[in-house]
C-alpha cells in the first residue's frame, strides 16, 4: 500500500523579519535587511500544524513527513533580498510523489525510520520522525530533491513540537542549499539556515488562529547574505 507524499518546493524567499547582524570576517560583505512577508509565517505554521496533527492524531508519520517537509521549504523563505536584487527564480511544484511503506521507508508504532527512502529518483529522504503523547520529533530529516536538472536541494528538518487539538508549541528549524541552473539570471546557489519557533500558537481546522511565531534565518545568494528576525502573530 502507497501513501502520497506531497513535496511541494519553493525557491523564492519571504516571510517577516527585521534586518540585523553582519559578519565577522571584514573581507566579506555586510549582512543586508530583507523583504517581509507574514503570508509565508502562516504557510510554514500551517504545513507544520498538519504534519503534527497526521503524525499524532493520524499516526500516520508516511504521510506526516511530506507535509514537515512542506513546513521546511516555506521556512526557507523567512529572508529574501531587498528590492529583489539577486534573488532566484521560483522553481516550479515537484508534483506528488508515492512512498511505499518498507525497507527504507520504515513506519512502525509511533516512529519511522527513513534510510535512503524513495520509489523515485527525484527525491530521497533519510532520517527519523517519531511522535508520542502530543510531542513530535524530528531527527535530521534530511531531503535530497533533484528536479529534472533544474535544480538540486537538500535541506535538513529538525523538529521539537508539542500538539493538541487546540494548541502547537515548539520549534522547527531547516537549513539547507539549492543549486539551480536557469536561463538569465535565475542560475546560481542560495544556502539557509532558519528557525521558527512557536509561541503558543492556537489552531483550528488546520489554520494558526492565535499566538505568534518567532522567526529567525540567514541567507546566502549571489554572493551576498541577508539577515534577520521577527516576531509574527497571527491570525
Known amino acids: ?16 523579519l527585521a534586518a540585523c547582524g553582519g559578519s ?36 500516520d508519520g508516511n504521510s506526516a513527513v511530506g507535509q514537515i517537509q512542506a513546513a521546511s521549504s516555506s521556512a526557507q523563505s523567512i529572508v529574501s533580498p531587498a528590492a529583489g536584487g539577486g534573488q532566484p527564480q521560483a522553481l516550479s511544484d515537484l508534483g506528488t510523489l508515492s512512498l511505499a511503506v518498507g525497507p527504507g ?12 527512502c524513495k520509489d523515485n529518483p527525484s527525491v530521497e ?14 531527527k535530521n530529516l534530511t531531503y535530497k530533491i533533484n528536479q529534472g536538472g533544474v535544480s538540486n536541494v537538500e535541506m535538513t528538518t529538525n523538529c521539537d513540537l ?25 542560475a546560481g546557489q542560495y544556502t539557509w539556515d532558519a528557525t521558527v519557533k ?3 500558537v492556537t489552531h483550528a481546522n488546520g489554520q494558526p488562529t492565535g ?20 516576531t509574527v502573530k497571527f491570525p
Open 1 to 16: 500500500m502507497k501513501n502520497q507524499l506531497i513535496v511541494p518546493l519553493f525557491a523564492c524567499f519571504s516571510l517577516a
Open 105 to 116: 521507508c520504515a513506519c512502525e508504532a509511533t516512529k519511522c525510520v527513513f534510510t535512503a
Open 162 to 186: 508539542t500538539v493538541s487539538d487546540t494548541k502547537i508549541t515548539g520549534s522547527l528549524s531547516s537549513k539547507g542549499s539549492t543549486s539551480y541552473a536557469a536561463q538569465g539570471a535565475g
Open 211 to 230: 499566538g505568534s511565531v518567532d522567526a529567525t534565518s540567514t541567507v546566502s545568494v549571489a554572493g551576498q547574505t541577508y539577515s534577520g528576525s521577527s
Open 24 to 59: 565577522d570576517d571584514d573581507s566579506a560583505p555586510a549582512a543586508q535587511p530583507g523583504t517581509v512577508n507574514p503570508q509565508a509565517a502562516k504557510s510554514t505554521a500551517t504545513s507544520t500544524i498538519s504534519g503534527a496533527l497526521t503524525a499524532t492524531k493520524s499516526n
Open 125 to 138: 529522504i533519510n532520517g527519523e520522525l517519531s511522535w508520542e503523547g502530543g510531542r513530535v520529533l524530528c
Open 198 to 200: 512557536f509561541n503558543d
